[in-house]
């Protein structure tokens, strides 16, 4: 694997956090920082988004409890997908890719950040709460 131009997790505060806390501390972009390094950054928010969102959203589901057996799935070597999802290494457009065509659309809102962020999470809140609404209620016997 070559030597990367930057690690992921290094942007991190606490670099063990990535993939892992659903909102970690980052470092802040500095004035003397170049655009190359806020787009590393920027780029390391979404990977972590993702990574995050696989960890504790898609793999929570039974059938999907080891990161070797998503390895397998997305046709990808074990240790290269455990350092993607660690951030040790970059996420590749094509890791994107195969993650969404398993995972589907839901990938999208793990990546969104901001207004559009707030906006889907309410909606998708709103969602839930009537679909519980009409859900049959539990009572004992």
């Not at 030597?3 to 003397?32: C, K, M």
């Not at 080891?66 to 799935?73: G, N, P, Q, R, S």
């Not at 070597?77 to 457009?93: A, C, D, F, H, P």
Request: a positive charge; zero cysteines; proline letters at 6%.
């Amino acid at each position: 694997m070559s030597d990367p131009r930057y690690v992921p997790r290094d942007f991190l505060i606490e670099p063990r956090d990535f993939g892992r806390s659903p909102s970690p501390r980052w470092q802040r972009a500095e004035d003397d920082w170049t655009l190359e390094k806020r787009a590393q950054l920027d780029a390391s928010i979404s990977q972590h988004q993702i990574s995050y969102g696989v960890r504790e959203r898609y793999m929570q589901k039974p059938r999907m409890t080891k990161i070797t057996d998503l390895a397998v799935e997305l046709e990808v070597e074990y240790y290269r997908l455990q350092k993607m999802l660690s951030g040790q290494i970059v996420m590749q457009m094509v890791d994107l890719a195969r993650l969404r065509l398993l995972i589907g659309p839901r990938l999208d809102y793990w990546m969104m950040r901001g207004e559009n962020a707030e906006y889907i999470r309410a909606q998708e809140r709103e969602l839930h709460r009537k679909k519980m609404s009409r859900a049959p209620r539990w009572s004992p016997v």
